[in-house]
């Protein structure tokens, strides 16, 4: 029995003394009592922070583009066949051509974006984008639609980018390729048309009809006279009641009337150390359809010119406006 609780007296002291291993034990004595408090201080467990493994991945995307601008700055890109100057509401007579031959050889399979002209109006050109896939000879074909309106622009031929990153873009649009894509006015064909276009003096007063624009239409193989109304106060007028006058006159002898002016957009500089003038004018356009009165094209533009003295100017200035107007009328009307 006095062994039992010998041994029973070691157990409690073990117990302790691990206890006293694992905590701080506070004493306390109550002030109120004979009673004494033990607190004991529990340990706080940190908690160990376990950084995540950096695992490496393969931007695949960007992978992509580099091999593709890669590819693109190896290509060239060659129009080998395009259609004649066709007029408006026919048939272009034969298509284009592209040929795209990489490092390698042709390059087979390739997405090409192709832009084309789509709509216009006025000067304000629309352009509609398709894609085409080179065939095993590294060519694509592409004959457009029947144009309904005149145009004198570019049909251009270039590797579709493969994301709308800058670079690739700006990539796929350096390896491009450009052809002509002009389109006349067919009002511009028989029975032709007739100007109401004057000159105007640097008073801004109508002076006599435009004789510059008349020869420079007749030049460009554009047959026209001069409108039968030689009132200038129809300038002050609406285009209706101009178009009445001469459809009263002429009725639909002509495709279409070309309304126009050539004044001074500011006076004429004339430099006495240099004994030059310079001349600033600008061309007001407008064309009517002599079958119905619509307004089917309108512009303006200026020009400018310098010579020795301002009549000399002036007459130069005139013929760049008139060169410009010849070619508006035909590509825009």
């Known amino acids: 029995m006095k062994k039992a ?58 992978q992509q583009e580099i091999a593709f601008k890669e590819l693109v700055d190896s290509l060239e890109l060659k129009v080998s066949s395009r259609p004649k100057t066709v007029y408006s509401n026919k048939n272009f007579d034969s298509p284009y051509i592209v040929t795209v031959t990489g490092k390698d050889g042709p390059a087979k399979d390739l997405d090409i974006t192709v832009s084309y002209p789509s709509s216009r109006t006025n000067d304000t050109i629309t352009f509609n984008n398709i894609q085409l896939k080179t065939d095993s000879e590294g060519k694509i074909t592409f004959k457009p639609e029947k144009s309904s309106f005149a145009v004198k622009s570019e049909v251009t031929f270039y590797p579709t980018p493969i994301s709308s990153n800058s670079n690739i873009v700006q990539a796929s649009y ?83 009337l070309v309304i126009g002016s050539f004044k001074y957009a500011e006076p004429a500089v004339e430099n006495a150390e240099k004994s030059t003038a310079t001349v600033k004018l600008v061309a007001d356009i407008t064309c009517v359809d002599m079958k119905n009165g619509n307004v089917i094209y309108k512009t303006s533009f200026e020009e400018s010119a310098t010579d020795k003295t301002k009549w000399n100017a002036e007459q130069k200035c005139r013929k760049l406006l008139a060169e410009k107007a010849t070619d508006a009328i035909i590509y825009g009307m």
Do not use: W
Request: overall charge neutral; aromatic content about 10%.
């Open 5 to 62: 609780k010998i041994t029973e007296l070691l157990f409690i002291g073990a117990s302790l003394s691990i206890l006293a291993s694992c905590a701080t034990t506070k004493v306390v004595e109550n002030t109120d009592s004979s009673a004494t408090i033990i607190e004991e201080e529990i340990p706080v467990v940190e908690k160990v922070r376990k950084e995540p493994k950096q695992i490496s991945v393969q931007n695949t995307s960007n």
């Open 174 to 256: 350096n390896a491009a390729v450009k052809a002509p894509y002009v389109v006349k006015s067919s009002y511009v064909t028989y029975p032709y048309g007739i100007l109401y276009v004057y000159d105007f003096n640097e008073k801004g007063r109508p002076t006599t009809n435009n004789f510059t624009l008349l020869q420079s239409l007749r030049n460009a193989g554009v047959s026209v006279g001069n409108s039968p109304i030689s009132d200038t106060s129809y300038f002050n007028k609406p285009v209706s009641e101009l178009y009445a006058a001469n459809h009263n006159i002429v009725g639909n002898m002509y495709n279409f």
